[in-house]
């Protein structure tokens, strides 16, 4: 059984910086993708950034230049770097994981795994 946590969040101010973490723990198998959502208040689940284990990556519009997602094999932990983050990226961010994906990462909430979230809150 696939399980996902994530952690990280917390409150940080305009243009500061943020570091989420995504652990994906049992039996996940080759090929499969990891995908970084968010959340606003009141909003649909959107997606943010994605990447497969052959390490591709995919960005929404907003997130390229200013977020980067990463992945640590070893201890199958996905990162999300949040750089220069403005008030807009509040929200509670959730991490998905599927299996049998063989191409980028979607960044539709079309994931068979969830974690709870972490909240990210940014203001002044």
């Known amino acids: 059984q696939v399980q996902v946590v994530e952690s990280g969040g917390g409150s940080v101010q305009p243009g500061g910086s943020l570091r989420l973490s995504c652990v994906v723990s049992?039996?996940?198998?080759?090929?499969?993708?990891i995908g970084w959502f968010r959340q606003a208040p009141g909003k649909e689940r959107e997606g943010v950034a994605g990447?497969?284990?052959?390490?591709?990556?995919s960005y929404k519009g907003s997130a390229k230049g200013r977020f980067t997602i990463s992945l640590d094999k070893a201890s199958s932990t996905v990162y999300l770097q949040l750089n220069n983050v403005t008030l807009e990226d509040t929200g509670v961010y959730y991490c998905?994981?599927?299996?049998?994906?063989?191409?980028?990462?979607?960044?539709?909430?079309?994931?068979?795994?969830w974690g709870s979230g972490t909240q990210v809150t940014v203001s002044s």
């Open positions: 998905g994981a599927n299996a049998g994906c063989g191409g980028l990462a979607p960044l539709t909430p079309v994931y068979s795994h």
């Open positions: 990447i497969n284990d052959g390490g591709r990556t």
């Open positions: 049992g039996n996940i198998y080759r090929p499969y993708c």
